[in-house]
């Protein structure tokens, strides 16, 4: 069982950063694979980012790549998605996800849900 925290959203202006933390219980924490998912208003949930377990590779979205970062500190059991150069349409909640072993891209291939951080980017 893993539980998992996100932390970090608010409201900001147009090209401003965010880091999002994605803290999770469980001392196996390395073989999970964390992912961070977005929705926007009336949009579905979309793939942002993931790091796997074990390897701890990593993969971000094409649009987002460049802005956004993800990275991991096993000693801490948490998960950060750096957001940079933020714009209006990257409003959204924002869900940190787990599965054991590798990442996926799709909501449904993740086990475990943390309840969501809202991010607001102000024009």
């Known amino acids: 069982q893993v539980q998992l925290v996100e932390s970090g959203g608010g409201l900001v202006q147009a090209g401003d950063s965010l880091r999002l933390s994605c803290a999770a219980s469980?001392?196996?924490?390395?073989?999970?694979?964390v992912g961070w998912f977005r929705q926007g208003p009336g949009k579905e949930r979309e793939f942002v980012a993931a790091v796997s377990g074990n390897s701890g590779s990593t993969l971000v979205a094409a649009s987002m790549k460049g802005r956004f970062t993800i990275s991991r500190d096993i000693a801490k059991n948490t998960v950060y998605l750096q957001m940079n150069s933020l714009k209006p349409e990257d409003t959204a909640v924002y869900y940190c996800?787990?599965?054991?072993?590798?990442?996926?891209?799709?909501?449904?291939?993740?086990?475990?849900w943390g309840q969501g951080t809202q991010v607001t980017v102000s024009s």
């Open positions: 996800a787990a599965r054991s072993g590798n990442y996926y891209y799709t909501p449904k291939d993740y086990n475990y």
């Open positions: 469980g001392r196996t924490f390395s073989r999970y694979a």
